[in-house]
């Protein structure tokens, strides 16, 4: 009986780090690319600095894309975010002074030097600003453009957007308007990640 309990104990205890094991590797293995950007701060945020990562599992389809301009068409910036809310996750966005979170939507355009890289994802809204009912939480997307210099990389750049709002401004033009100002992104680095072709 003794022997059996602890048969068991052991077989369960192997199962179960395999599965942690599969869990762990499985997110790595879809990785498309991973681009890492050294983010400063602008105005003032002038002193701010941090290592910017943006690892993508999937790019956007057109369908994705359509679903995102419908949304916004219908509901605004709200109807934006919560159409991001429901979208599947496309990988994962780390900025200075968090853990990181999903992005939910990452689409690489064609350029004459290279591509273009957007991403976008809902805000994280911290407890302190919720509580106090702020006017910043009416900015809840965070974003960003990357500029892929593929010819000399040395100039590739880009800008972070930490707090973003999409608006139709008076000339009935998409417009991305800020609670701060952007961040520029320097020092990039692309990698191919381990599923790309």
């Not at 976008?120 to 910043?136: D, K, M, Y």
């Amino acid at each position: 009986m003794y022997s059996e309990r602890k048969l068991l104990k052991t077989g369960l205890g192997i199962i179960f780090v395999a599965m942690l094991a599969m869990a762990v590797t499985l997110p790595a293995v879809a990785q498309i690319e991973t681009i890492d950007a050294v983010a400063r701060g602008t105005g003032q945020d002038l002193s701010r600095q941090g290592n910017l990562k943006v690892i993508i599992t999937k790019w956007a389809t057109p369908e994705d894309t359509e679903t995102l301009r419908n949304a916004f068409l219908s509901g605004g910036n709200q109807g934006l975010v919560d159409a991001l809310r429901r979208m599947t996750s496309s990988g994962r966005l780390t900025v200075p002074g968090s853990t990181g979170q999903d992005l939910a939507y990452a689409i690489s355009i064609p350029t004459a030097t290279g591509r273009r890289v957007r991403f976008v994802t809902n805000r994280r809204i911290a407890f302190q600003e919720a509580s106090r009912n702020t006017r910043s939480q009416s900015f809840n997307l965070t974003a960003g453009e990357i500029d892929i210099n593929e010819k000399d990389n040395s100039q590739s750049s880009g800008r972070f957007y930490p707090a973003a709002q999409l608006i139709i401004n008076a000339d009935g033009e998409l417009q991305i308007e800020l609670h701060r100002n952007p961040w520029t992104l320097n020092n990039i680095i692309v990698r191919a990640g381990r599923g790309a072709q």
